[in-house]
């Protein structure tokens, strides 16, 4: 069965609104998606590779989500600002996109079982899921993705 990424929204750390999957600005996209705060440091662990892909593929880009559940606006302003005052990097920002909705829902139409763990998913500029990963990064892992993003900037046609 083929995974779609589900019709949401959220807002960047420049807080820009955004509608996904249809803003995702890649022909491809990496997303690195977290759900508890200490998931940051599994984040990281990816970053230098997916810098290096984005670098590579000009059809390619990545972006973290923070994923949290539904919170009223000052709660949300709080954990934003939080987050942007840590950031000083305006490019990391734009490419960080909190989202704040029911997680569980979300999960089950990513068919992601847990939130124990970061996942890293490719995405198609249709939202399709072409790949997935789950927890810190490995040469192995890399590899993995590497070899699915040629595929999928070839499938593109760029």
């Known amino acids: 069965m083929a995974v779609r990424f589900p019709q949401v929204s959220g807002s960047n750390l420049e807080r820009k609104r955004l509608n996904l999957p249809q803003d995702f600005e890649g022909q491809v996209n990496i997303l690195l998606v977290a759900f508890q705060q200490w998931q940051q440091g599994e984040v990281n662990t990816w970053i230098p590779s997916v810098q290096e892909l984005e670098a590579a593929y000009p059809a390619l880009r990545y972006y973290e989500l923070p994923t949290i559940r539904p919170l009223n606006r000052l709660a949300q302003a709080f954990i934003n600002g939080g987050m942007r005052a840590g950031i000083p990097d305006r490019l990391a920002r734009q490419r960080t996109i909190t989202l704040y909705l029911d997680k569980d829902a979300f999960r089950q ?50």
Request: proline share 4%; aromatic share 6%; net charge negative.
């Open 109 to 158: 139409a990513l068919d992601l079982p847990d939130e124990e763990h970061i996942y890293v998913l490719v995405i198609d500029d249709a939202g399709n899921v072409l790949w997935r990963e789950r927890g810190v990064f490995s040469p192995e892992k890399r590899e993995a993705l590497e070899a699915r993003v040629v595929e999928a900037v070839n499938e593109a046609g760029t």
